[in-house]
């Protein structure tokens, strides 16, 4: 469905920090200036949202700004009516929850929708936990796949880890994903008990906090030790 209309905002695709490390230190100014003079935000959570922007600059008045949240629940109806401001002349931000916007979240239908109406959309700037995963892992970097979370389910997460390993022994492309922090031990201990031996296993946690955890060796090294990593934002790599 397109919306015609003469006037038009743009949609700034704004990164968040990944945490412990000055807004200064992760962003352009340009991010700043974006933020400080955009009174509506469309968010996956509200209260993260106002406590990401108000560390951006503390004399923001976060009760002049407008929050619409998108999440799983969200209808397509909803996002429709979203985009009206932008469609009416304002600018909107969307703000992910950590890192960049629509990178396994649900802010690639907005900016369809913007695409859709012929509204302009700007990345801004930002840290993405997948990217610094990567270039920090010493496996592929010419060649690799993100798949966002794995199944729920333990025996369809067992068959993805298995064609990720497969996939990456036969391509040598990395194979990277993410879980939700309270499974990341049920993943690791099934790719110690699954997995080749020589297959090689990169484990990146808590990316930019004091006590980030990166770590590449194979499968047969990492039987020897057991990470840190329960309840912790973590990106998995997988390399053959």
């Given at each position: 469905m397109v919306?015609k209309?003469?006037?038009y905002?743009?949609?700034?695709?704004i990164?968040?920090?990944?945490?412990?490390?000055?807004?200064?230190?992760?962003?352009?100014?340009?991010n700043k200036s974006?933020?400080?003079?955009?009174?509506?935000f469309?968010?996956?959570?509200i209260?993260?949202?106002r406590?990401?922007?108000k560390?951006i600059?503390?004399?923001i008045?976060?009760?002049?700004l407008?929050?619409?949240?998108l999440?799983k629940?969200?209808?397509?109806q909803?996002a429709l009516?979203?985009i009206?401001?932008?469609l009416?002349g304002?600018?909107?931000g969307l703000?992910?929850?950590?890192g960049?916007p629509?990178?396994?979240?649900?802010?690639n239908f907005?900016?369809q929708?913007?695409?859709?109406?012929?509204i302009?959309?700007?990345?801004?700037?930002?840290?993405s936990s997948i990217?610094l995963?990567?270039?920090s892992?010493?496996?592929?970097g010419?060649?690799f796949c993100?798949h966002?979370y794995?199944p729920i389910d333990?025996?369809e997460?067992l068959?993805?880890?298995k064609?990720?390993?497969?996939?990456?022994r036969?391509t040598?492309?990395t194979?990277i994903?993410m879980e939700?922090?309270?499974r990341?031990?049920?993943?690791?201990?099934?790719?110690?008990?699954y997995c080749?031996?020589?297959?090689?296993l990169?484990?990146?946690?808590?990316?930019?906090?004091?006590?980030?955890?990166?770590?590449?060796m194979?499968?047969?090294a990492?039987?020897k030790?057991?990470?840190d990593?329960?309840?912790k934002p973590?990106?998995?790599l997988?390399?053959?």
């Amino acid at each position: 469905m397109v919306i015609k209309t003469n006037n038009y905002g743009i949609l700034y695709l704004i990164p968040s920090d990944l945490g412990y490390v000055k807004p200064e230190e992760q962003f352009p100014a340009y991010n700043k200036s974006i933020i400080e003079r955009t009174k509506l935000f469309i968010v996956e959570n509200i209260r993260s949202a106002r406590r990401f922007i108000k560390s951006i600059d503390r004399s923001i008045n976060i009760d002049d700004l407008n929050f619409y949240e998108l999440n799983k629940r969200t209808s397509e109806q909803e996002a429709l009516q979203y985009i009206l401001p932008l469609l009416e002349g304002k600018d909107i931000g969307l703000i992910s929850e950590a890192g960049p916007p629509c990178i396994a979240d649900p802010g690639n239908f907005i900016v369809q929708l913007c695409h859709e109406n012929n509204i302009r959309v700007e990345p801004l700037i930002g840290p993405s936990s997948i990217l610094l995963a990567l270039i920090s892992s010493g496996f592929n970097g010419q060649s690799f796949c993100f798949h966002g979370y794995l199944p729920i389910d333990k025996k369809e997460r067992l068959n993805e880890i298995k064609a990720l390993e497969k996939k990456a022994r036969q391509t040598h492309q990395t194979q990277i994903f993410m879980e939700t922090p309270y499974r990341n031990i049920q993943v690791y201990e099934q790719m110690l008990q699954y997995c080749e031996p020589q297959t090689r296993l990169c484990i990146a946690a808590n990316i930019t906090h004091p006590d980030a955890y990166i770590k590449s060796m194979d499968i047969r090294a990492w039987k020897k030790q057991k990470p840190d990593i329960h309840k912790k934002p973590a990106i998995f790599l997988l390399y053959g």
